[in-house]
C-alpha cells in the first residue's frame, strides 16, 4: 500500500479538502500512475452532492485522469515506465458478458467497477483522480498520443468520450446534419468532433453569449433555444441533435426539430424524471436515446481521433485549493470550457 496526497468530499454536500488515501500495491497487471492533471466533470459535482443517489464517502472525486506510469505489475504488456497514459470512469468490469467481450464495458451486465464512488473486485472503494497517483489493472489504461498535451487531454477520458460515441454510433459525418444542445464541457468537445468528423454543425445555446467561441471551436451555425423563432426556424433541420446538458429540456421541442428517422440522443441526465407525449416521435420515426461514455477499445480509438485532428479541450487550469470554488462556477456555467486541476498542488 502506499498513502498519497489527495482531495475529497468526507460526506455528502461538504466541500472537497486536503487528505490522504491508500493506493494498492501493485498487482500482477496493474499500472501506477503518477497523476498530472485531473478534469472537473459536472458528474463530480453531481456525486459529490448526491444528486444521482446515495454515494460512498469520503468520495475522491475524478475521472478525468492524465498522467505517466511510473511502476508496472510483472504481467504488463502493453505499458512502460514513462508511458503518458490516460484512465476515464472505469477501471475494471466483470469481462465476461456479451458487452464486456464486444468491447462495451460501459454496459456491463455484470456489473463494472467506476473510478470513484464504486467499490472494487477487492471490496475495497474506489477512489479517482484529484490525489497524486493511482493503480489501474493496464486493461482498462489506455494511452495518450504524442500529439495531445496531458492538461488538454484529461477532459477527453469522459466528455471526450461521452460525445466521440454517440457521434459515431450515429453515423455523424459527412452530408449529416448534426445539432449540439449545450456549449460547456461536453458541449464544446462535441462540437470540435462532430466538425472533425465532417458533419454540419449547429450549436444550441440558450443565449447567444458563447455565439464567437462555438464557431471557432468547429460549429457552422449558433441558435438561441430562448428565441421560440429558433424553434421555427430549425423544424426536421437535423439527422442527429445530441443533449450535453443536464437541466430538463422539452424534448417535444427538441424532437421537432428532427428529420424523419432522426435521433435525439442524451449524454446529459437530469435529477428528476421528465415527461414525454409520444406523438413527438411517432411521427416521424424519430428515436429518443440515451448513451453513456464509451468502451475501452473506443476510448483509445477517440484520443487516437483527436491526436490525428489537433483536437484538446479547451481549459481553466487550476490549483487544487481552488476545487471548491470551480464547482460553483461550473454550476454557474461559468468555465470555459473545462476546469483541469494541476495534479502537482495536490
Ligand atoms: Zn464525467
Ligand atoms: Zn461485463
Known amino acids: 500500500m502506499t498513502t498519497v496526497a489527495a482531495y475529497a468530499a468526507p460526506a455528502a454536500k461538504a466541500p472537497l479538502e486536503r487528505t490522504t488515501i491508500e493506493r494498492r500495491a501493485v498487482r500482477e497487471h496493474d ?13 463530480d459535482i453531481h456525486q459529490v452532492r ?18 505517466v506510469v511510473s511502476e508496472v505489475g510483472p504481467g504488463v504488456t502493453r505499458y512502460k515506465v514513462g508511458d503518458r497514459v490516460g484512465v476515464g470512469c472505469m477501471v475494471d468490469s466483470c469481462r465476461e458478458c456479451d458487452n464486456c467481450r464486444a468491447g462495451k464495458e460501459q454496459y456491463c451486465t455484470g456489473g463494472n467497477v467506476m473510478t470513484y464512488n464504486g467499490i472494487g473486485k477487492d471490496g475495497e472503494p474506489t477512489h479517482g483522480g484529484y490525489s497524486e497517483k ?3 489493472d493496464e486493461d482498462f489504461v489506455v494511452g495518450i498520443p504524442e500529439g495531445i ?6 477532459p477527453l477520458l469522459c466528455a471526450g468520450i461521452t460525445t466521440y460515441s454517440p457521434l459515431r454510433h450515429w453515423n455523424a459525418g ?14 464544446h468537445m462535441a462540437v470540435k468532433i462532430a466538425h472533425a468528423l465532417g458533419a454540419e454543425v449547429t450549436v444550441l445555446s440558450q443565449s447567444l ?10 460549429a457552422d451555425h449558433y441558435y438561441a433555444t430562448a428565441d421560440p423563432a429558433t424553434f421555427e426556424e430549425l423544424k426536421g433541420a437535423f439527422d442527429l441533435i445530441v443533449s450535453t446538458v443536464s437541466a430538463p429540456l422539452d424534448l417535444g421541442a427538441y424532437l421537432s426539430l428532427l428529420r424523419t428517422d432522426g435521433a435525439l440522443v442524451n449524454v446529459g441526465a437530469p435529477e428528476e424524471p421528465v415527461s414525454l407525449n409520444l406523438f413527438s416521435v411517432i411521427g416521424g420515426r424519430k428515436t429518443l436515446a440515451g448513451s ?14 483527436c ?17 471548491n470554488e470551480a464547482y460553483e462556477r461550473v454550476l454557474n456555467s461559468d468555465v470555459r470550457y473545462r476546469f483541469v486541476i494541476d495534479a502537482a498542488t495536490i
Open 134 to 136: 493511482i493503480v489501474v
Open 174 to 187: 459527412p452530408g449529416k446534419k448534426v445539432a449540439i444542445v449545450g456549449l460547456g464541457g461536453l458541449g
Open 149 to 154: 498535451s496531458l492538461d488538454e487531454a484529461a
Open 209 to 218: 453569449r458563447k455565439k464567437d467561441d462555438g464557431l471557432r471551436l468547429g
Open 31 to 43: 499500472v501506477l500512475i503518477d497523476i498530472k492533471f485531473a478534469g472537473i466533470c459536472h458528474s
Open 50 to 67: 448526491e444528486g444521482w443517489g446515495e454515494a460512498i464517502f469520503p468520495m475522491v472525486p475524478g475521472h478525468e485522469i492524465a498522467g
Open 307 to 323: 491526436a490525428e485532428h489537433g483536437i484538446g479541450a479547451e481549459i481553466e487550469l487550476i490549483g487544487a485549493a481552488e476545487i
Open 292 to 305: 453513456s461514455i464509451g468502451g475501452i477499445r473506443e476510448t483509445q480509438e477517440m484520443l487516437d481521433f
